[in-house]
């Protein structure tokens, strides 16, 4: 019932009859569409009785309404698996694949009244309904046309083998039948013609018709699946993006609550090392020598590891906000840097992240390659949008070029639906400016 296919769908089937008049006329894709065409009238006979029974049952006790609704829901889900039966049909003989349409199903704490109504306003529910009643007529008139389109032309083909047993013509009835050998032979030509000719192609076309049908009734259609689906998708991208800036924050406690600390305190232990060879004056200088260079590389491995987390998620970031965080950042950058930070509701700590790290590349950027002397930094909140200018007065020319850090940064905004600019004349000056969503 909840089957969900892809949306990709196979070659019909009845498309790869070939041209050929006589290798189509023995093609296994003819038949089976014979097959198909000559049993919808059996199989519509079987769901419209179904479900005609199912509908009439539902509507008329819907007075009562503790019977009516679950005999209501028992015929959307009984569509729903005539539907998929269909659905295995026409993608066994016809070669169609239909992806399924997406079934609502009932969330955890709903009521049974209230899914019965969400099956009710639901368009795929009732265009399974439909298809099911519609099977009938339409199988009626395939299985009837199908039969025609063999019968006749085998008819008029076998007429050499039995013309003599019909009269030539009854004068009261005005009737005039085949009486020689001539007119049945030209009635056996004309049966071989439209054996050949005819039936192929009507087979085709009526094919055709069952796949068109079964895919307007039976598969993916509406475009309120459709924004369901991509509403879906967003959900889904924003809970990843989520769960990619929770394990950045998690790393950072991990690095900082624990290597951090032990390298912290293996450089203290080395210190009073140090300081107790020093006192005491003895010891061999090449241990002294071999001390002094661990102490100076854990100190050195202090920093550099006190700089991944701070790169990974700065913990001040999460305990102050951006303008403490911002600020931070502008005081250890290797030119002036005036920070303004208009932020009275803080965003979500993934859009602060996303924030924090635009700033941290573009005054990154700047520092390598803009030659400035001042830059600036501009963050204000306003309607449920946080927007960033980062500017500098350098040499300009910049872009978000691929595989550059500009582009990166793009990819990153783009994650959360937001949008980055870059303004670079050359000569400057150059601006940055990102717009991300606080919904």
Same mark, same amino acid.
């Given at each position: 019932?909840?089957?969900?296919?892809?949306?990709?769908?196979?070659?019909?089937?009845?498309?790869?009859?070939?041209?050929?008049?006589?290798?189509?006329?023995?093609?296994?894709?003819?038949?089976?569409?014979?097959?198909?065409?000559?049993?919808?009238?059996?199989?519509?006979?079987?769901?419209?009785?179904?479900?005609?029974?199912?509908?009439?049952?539902?509507?008329?006790?819907?007075?009562?309404?503790?019977?009516?609704?679950?005999?209501?829901?028992?015929?959307?889900?009984?569509?729903?698996?005539?539907?998929?039966?269909?659905?295995?049909?026409?993608?066994?003989?016809?070669?169609?694949?239909?992806?399924?349409?997406?079934?609502?199903?009932? *969330?955890?704490?709903?009521?049974?009244?209230?899914?019965?109504?969400?099956?009710?306003?639901?368009? !795929? /529910?009732?265009?399974?309904?439909?298809?099911?009643? $519609?099977?009938?007529?339409?199988?009626?008139?395939?299985?009837?046309?199908?039969?025609?389109?063999?019968?006749?032309?085998?008819?008029?083909?076998?007429?050499?083998?039995?013309?003599?047993?019909?009269?030539?013509?009854?004068?009261?009835?005005?009737?005039?039948?085949?009486?020689?050998?001539?007119?049945?032979? +030209?009635?056996?030509?004309?049966?071989?013609?439209? $054996?050949?000719?005819?039936?192929?192609?009507?087979?085709?076309?009526?094919?055709?018709?069952?796949?068109?049908?079964?895919?307007?009734?039976?598969?993916?259609?509406? !475009?309120?699946?459709?924004?369901?689906?991509?509403?879906?998708?967003?959900?889904?991208?924003?809970?990843?993006?989520?769960?990619?800036?929770?394990?950045?924050?998690?790393?950072?406690?991990?690095?900082?609550?624990?290597?951090?600390?032990?390298?912290?305190?293996?450089?203290?232990?080395?210190?009073?090392?140090?300081?107790?060879?020093?006192?005491?004056?003895?010891?061999?200088?090449?241990?002294?020598?071999? #001390?002094?260079?661990?102490?100076?590389?854990?100190?050195?491995?202090?920093?550099?590891?006190?700089?991944?987390?701070?790169?990974?998620?700065? *913990?001040?970031?999460?305990?102050?906000?951006?303008?403490?965080?911002?600020?931070?950042?502008?005081?250890?950058?290797?030119?002036?840097?005036? /920070?303004?930070?208009?932020?009275?509701?803080?965003?979500?700590?993934? #859009?602060?992240?996303?924030?924090?790290?635009?700033?941290?590349?573009?005054?990154?950027?700047?520092?390598?390659?803009?030659?400035?002397?001042?830059?600036?930094?501009?963050?204000?909140?306003?309607?449920?949008?946080?927007?960033?200018?980062?500017?500098?007065?350098?040499?300009?020319?910049?872009?978000?070029?691929?595989?550059?850090?500009?582009?990166?940064?793009?990819?990153?905004?783009?994650?959360?639906?937001?949008?980055?600019?870059?303004?670079? *004349? !050359?000569?400057? *000056?150059?601006?940055?400016?990102?717009?991300?969503? +606080?919904?």
């Amino acid at each position: 019932m909840t089957a969900d296919s892809g949306p990709g769908t196979a070659a019909p089937r009845q498309d790869l009859i070939p041209g050929n008049p006589l290798r189509a006329l023995v093609s296994p894709y003819l038949w089976l569409a014979t097959m198909h065409l000559m049993t919808d009238v059996f199989v519509g006979a079987a769901t419209f009785s179904i479900v005609v029974t199912l509908l009439a049952l539902s509507g008329s006790l819907l007075v009562v309404m503790l019977v009516g609704i679950p005999i209501w829901i028992a015929t959307a889900w009984v569509a729903a698996g005539l539907s998929a039966f269909e659905r295995g049909r026409i993608a066994f003989f016809l070669g169609a694949a239909i992806a399924a349409p997406r079934w609502p199903t009932r *969330p955890a704490g709903v009521s049974w009244l209230r899914y019965s109504g969400l099956l009710l306003r639901t368009g !795929s /529910v009732w265009r399974q309904v439909t298809y099911q009643l $519609l099977l009938l007529p339409v199988g009626i008139l395939t299985c009837a046309l199908t039969a025609v389109g063999w019968t006749v032309p085998l008819f008029l083909i076998s007429l050499p083998f039995w013309f003599n047993h019909l009269p030539v013509k009854h004068a009261d009835l005005g009737v005039l039948v085949v009486g020689n050998w001539q007119s049945a032979l +030209c009635a056996a030509v004309v049966g071989v013609l439209a $054996l050949l000719l005819g039936t192929p192609n009507l087979v085709r076309g009526l094919a055709a018709m069952d796949v068109a049908l079964g895919r307007a009734l039976l598969g993916r259609w509406s !475009s309120g699946e459709l924004t369901e689906r991509v509403g879906e998708l967003e959900v889904t991208r924003r809970r990843a993006v989520d769960a990619a800036e929770a394990e950045r924050r998690r790393i950072e406690r991990d690095l900082h609550d624990g290597a951090q600390q032990r390298l912290t305190s293996l450089a203290m232990t080395l210190g009073r090392v140090q300081v107790r060879m020093g006192a005491d004056g003895e010891g061999d200088p090449a241990v002294r020598s071999l #001390i002094d260079d661990a102490h100076r590389e854990a100190k050195e491995a202090i920093v550099e590891l006190r700089d991944l987390t701070r790169g990974l998620h700065p *913990p001040v970031l999460a305990d102050r906000g951006l303008d403490a965080a911002l600020s931070a950042l502008a005081a250890r950058a290797p030119i002036p840097v005036d /920070v303004s930070v208009d932020v009275v509701d803080r965003p979500s700590r993934t #859009i602060e992240a996303i924030a924090y790290f635009v700033v941290a590349e573009a005054l990154t950027n700047i520092a390598k390659h803009a030659h400035a002397d001042r830059a600036s930094v501009t963050v204000r909140r306003t309607d449920g949008e946080l927007l960033i200018d980062v500017t500098d007065d350098g040499v300009g020319g910049a872009g978000a070029a691929p595989g550059s850090g500009l582009d990166g940064l793009a990819d990153r905004v783009r994650a959360v639906d937001g949008r980055l600019a870059v303004t670079s *004349p !050359s000569g400057g *000056p150059t601006t940055v400016s990102v717009v991300l969503p +606080c919904r």
